[in-house]
């Protein structure tokens, strides 16, 4: 599992994730805290090792997986995904996050993925659809 991206609702993307817009967002982030600069690389080299896995594993022709919400940080995060995976000949799939669902028998949930417990995923799995060219 890899979790893409990092604030990609804010700021410009245009010069990739690592460029100098992207540096300056991170910091801007990161410099509250005591010696940020050691935590934001940390995190720039995290997102690079996503980045490459994802491409990598789509230039093996792997199927990947795309969970996706209504936030804006997800469905920018997936268009950016869709971008960076448009001439990959992997499988692409989708699931969309329900605008409600029934997590026990007398609860209905509203939220993002990450309201989701994660032993309880495979219940949406029958939403999965793929990724029209198109997207």
């Not at 100098?20 to 995190?43: A, W």
């Not at 080299?45 to 994802?54: K, M, S």
């Not at 920018?76 to 990959?88: E, K, P, S, T």
Request: glycine residues 8%; contains cysteine.
């Amino acid at each position: 599992m890899v979790q893409f991206g990092f604030f990609n609702d804010i700021g410009n993307i245009q010069d990739g994730f690592d460029g100098s817009d992207r540096r300056e967002l991170y910091k801007r982030f990161f410099s509250i805290m005591p010696g940020y600069e050691l935590q934001m690389e940390q995190t720039i080299r995290e997102i690079q090792y996503d980045f490459e896995r994802i491409v990598g594993e789509s230039e093996k022709e792997i199927s990947i997986r795309v969970w996706v919400d209504s936030s804006p940080y997800s469905v920018c995060g997936y268009f950016c995904l869709c971008d960076l995976l448009r001439h990959a000949k992997c499988r692409l799939s989708k699931v969309v996050m329900p605008e409600y669902w029934q997590d026990d028998e007398n609860t209905m949930s509203k939220g993002g993925w990450n309201s989701v417990h994660p032993g309880k995923f495979y219940q949406f799995l029958n939403l999965e659809k793929d990724v029209p060219q198109i997207e």
